[in-house]
């Protein structure tokens, strides 16, 4: 079944290493995005993508960067972790050809900074 | 900017009885309110959405009302079962149709005991 992944299904890092978060779809979807969630926050949106050429800043991306490698992958990267991003994080497509309305979430990547 | 707030945080019900959470949401061009449910260590999936131009939708014991005037939908669950519970997330679009993103509430944790 087509699907979304993600890597590293958890990930424990030390305060200021740089932590790479990836994602993969299956769908065919184009458009792509990363939220964090946190307890009592709900889902809050990092970045997204309506395309390869196309990236957008979210509510949350400071201390946070992306890259969309293809249509089918799109990365978070950390480049240098601290304690309060310690949380859950979702990757999730669309599919602009079916309204790019529903969002399709991944399985979620736990990272815990120390 | 824009926001979703979301009510109850936490919801207790006996299994048969009704669960009604609600949203309110700030942007007066939102046109797409979407439910997700998020069951323990899953990962959030679509249950039913609502569109603007329609006051209520319904699927089986869940429905979705939405009032465009008060700026606020709800999610009604009827006839509760153990499976219903998990944590359920209300989100409301922004953006121009085609490049629409979403807006998350801070979500309720539904607990349906038998």
Redesign the interface.
């Given at each position: 079944d087509a699907d979304v992944t993600q890597t590293p299904r958890n990930r424990i890092t030390k305060t200021g290493k740089r932590i790479m978060l990836e994602c993969s779809q299956t769908k065919g979807h184009d458009r792509m995005?990363w939220?964090r969630q946190d307890p009592?926050?709900?889902?809050?949106?990092i970045y997204?993508s309506?395309d390869v050429k196309d990236i957008n800043k979210?509510?949350i991306s400071d201390g946070y960067s992306v890259s969309r490698q293809a249509q089918a992958k799109f990365s978070l990267s950390l480049e240098s972790a601290i304690p309060n991003q310690t949380a859950l994080y979702?990757c999730a497509t669309s599919d602009?050809r079916a309204g790019?309305?529903?969002?399709f979430?991944?399985?979620?990547t736990r990272l815990t900074v120390l | 900017?824009e926001n979703v707030e979301?009510h109850p945080?936490t919801l207790s019900v006996q299994e048969g009885d009704s669960a009604v959470i609600k949203c309110t949401y700030s942007d007066s061009a939102s046109n797409?309110f979407?439910w997700y449910k998020q069951e323990l260590g899953?990962?959030?999936?679509?249950i039913i959405?609502i569109r603007s131009n329609v006051g209520e939708k319904k699927d089986q014991r869940i429905a979705v009302t939405l009032n465009k005037t008060a700026k606020h939908f709800s999610l009604h669950i009827t006839e509760t079962q153990p499976e219903d519970s998990a944590v359920y997330?209300c989100a409301a679009?922004i953006g121009n149709t085609?490049?629409?993103?979403?807006?998350?509430?801070?979500?309720t944790r539904l607990l349906v005991s038998p």
């Open positions: 995005y939220y009592g926050l709900g889902l809050r949106l997204y309506f979210g509510e979702f602009l790019g309305r529903e969002q979430f991944g399985p979620g | 900017g979301q945080s797409y979407p899953k990962r959030p999936q679509l959405d997330f679009s085609g490049f629409q993103k979403l807006v998350f509430g801070t979500g």
